[in-house]
Each structure stands twice: as structure tokens, then as C-alpha cells.
């Protein structure tokens, strides 16, 4: 829908479903006027006094474009319109503003069965809008009632408030989508490394300050500890080969004690040494 005339639009759509709907004899006018303009002495008046930008709909996504699904266009300007719908008749010197009361009456009878605008009652031009034209009474507010008609000349009329939402507001502008994945392949997964394999221990057994040697797989490269009863046998080391060399620690009483290796987090292996005499 453009953004000259959408709301345009709107006004001259619910126009239109009262002129079709309402069934009073005789018929109703309906006008699109402000308070204190001139119309007939029998009708029933729309006026738009408020717009409002939908805080639902603000931050919507970009869109397909339609007819081009390869174009994105931006979020239109989604728009919350509030009107003034006020009747107007000849008082009776009996009955007062009883028929300016039928025909409000009427009209509301009207916008509460067709809440939703129906199609062929809309002007061609939002027939294709995304959102539905939604018709909602609106909660009596006297002070805005009364600041509203305290802008015209006029006395203060019977009136209700409507709101009409969403209207739509399409903006210029537009990019194109990105490509789609046409087609996906085999995919390949190659392990970046082997991970590293701690196997043997030499000697089992043999006094403090003995050599030791712990044999492996794939263990140059990678940092590594060996621990034993809290004693650092190899303080993280990184391996220039597949064997890891270091010195029983001293102190150690005589008997079978865990020791501990870890390479990188990714292997660990507990060995059993025994410490003998001196």
C-alpha cells in the first residue's frame, strides 16, 4: 500500500461498511469530518483525532518482496489509528436525542459484527495488505474525550472511540536476498592429530633418585606431568619424542607408590613404583 494514501485508505473503507451494513430507514450519511465542520442533520461521523506507531510491529524483520522472492524490502510503518465516531440528529421535542442514539447505537452494532473489515468492504488498494484491518472499542477516557471537543467550536456530542489497527505503511527501498545453499557435499573429516598413548614404565622398582622412563605413542608435542605422592617427577614438559624421562623425587618412604601421568589433559595412566632401600 503506498504511504500517501494508506490511511486514506482506511477511513474510506469503514465508510464504506457502514454505508452497507448500517439498515436504519431511512438511510444514514456517513461523513469523514471534524467536529465543528458542516454535514448533515441526520448521520453518523468518523474522525480521526490520534495515530500512534504500533510498538508490536516496530522492529519487525525485513521481508520477501512480493513478486520478487529474491528481493528483501524494510519493515513498513506499522500504524495504530484511533477515531471519533459521534451521531447527529434532530432533537425531538419528546424524545430528545433518541434517534442520534439508534443511530450510534446502529453504527457500533456494525463495527462489533465486522471487527474484522471484511474484504469486500475494503478499498482495492489494501485488499492486499498483510495485516487485516482489526475494528476495537476503545476504554472511555472522559479526559481525552473532553480535550478532544474542547478543540472545536462545537457543544459536546454523545461519542464513542474506536481503534483501528494495523495499518501498514510500505517503505521505499529494497536489497537483495542472500543466496541459498544449492547443494552440499560429501563432507570430509580428517582428525587433526592422533591423540597421545602413555603404554610402559621402566623399572617398576628401585630407590629414590632412581631414572625412569615411560614409553608411548604420539607424545612429541605435547606437554606433560608426572606426579608422585604430590611430588613433581616432570613439571610440564613438552616432549621432543615418544618417551618421557625424569628421577624418582626424594623422600619417598620404602614401599608401592602411584605414579601419575598426564599428557595435555587428553591421556592419563596411573603406574604402581616400588621405592626399596638405599
Not at 444514514?28 to 508490536?56: C, M, Q
Not at 489494501?126 to 479526559?143: C, F, G, H, N, P
Request: charged share 20%; net charge negative; glycine share 8%.
Amino acid at each position: 500500500m503506498s504511504a500517501s494514501t494508506a490511511i486514506g485508505m482506511v477511513s474510506e473503507s469503514l465508510r464504506t461498511l457502514l454505508v452497507e451494513e448500517m439498515t436504519l430507514t431511512p438511510a444514514v450519511d456517513v461523513t469523514i469530518l471534524a467536529p465543528d465542520e458542516t454535514g448533515g442533520d441526520r448521520r453518523i461521523n468518523l474522525f480521526l483525532y490520534r495515530v500512534h506507531e504500533n510498538v508490536t510491529l516496530k522492529n519487525a524483520e525485513w521481508r520477501v518482496k512480493r513478486g520478487a522472492p529474491t528481493q528483501l524490502t524494510p519493515p513498513p510503518l506499522a500504524l495504530n489509528l484511533y477515531y471519533l465516531l459521534t451521531s447527529y440528529a434532530p432533537n425531538d421535542p419528546l424524545t430528545g436525542n433518541a434517534t442520534a442514539h439508534a443511530i450510534l447505537g446502529e453504527a457500533m452494532r456494525v463495527f462489533h459484527q465486522h471487527a474484522i473489515v471484511p474484504n469486500n468492504r475494503l478499498v482495492s488498494g489494501l485488499r492486499d495488505a498483510r495485516e487485516q484491518i482489526q475494528i476495537m472499542l476503545s476504554a472511555l477516557d472522559l479526559e481525552e474525550l473532553s480535550r478532544v471537543w474542547g478543540t472545536f467550536s462545537h457543544p459536546f456530542r454523545l461519542s464513542v472511540m474506536y481503534e483501528v489497527s494495523v495499518v501498514e505503511l510500505e517503505l521505499l527501498g529494497e536489497q537483495p536476498m542472500g543466496k541459498r545453499v544449492q547443494q552440499v557435499g560429501v563432507p570430509d573429516i580428517q582428525a587433526p592429530f592422533q591423540p597421545p598413548i602413555v603404554n610402559d614404565l621402566t623399572p617398576l622398582r628401585g630407590p629414590v633418585g632412581t631414572p625412569i622412563t615411560i614409553q608411548g605413542q604420539h607424545l612429541a608435542g605435547w606437554q606433560a606431568s608426572v606426579t608422585m605422592m604430590r611430588k613433581r617427577v616432570v613439571d610440564g614438559v613438552k616432549l621432543t619424542t615418544d618417551a618421557i624421562t625424569g628421577t624418582i623425587p626424594g623422600g619417598l618412604p620404602p614401599g608401592i607408590h602411584q605414579l601419575q601421568v598426564d599428557v595435555a589433559h587428553l591421556h592419563r595412566r596411573v603406574f604402581f613404583f616400588e621405592v626399596t632401600p638405599s
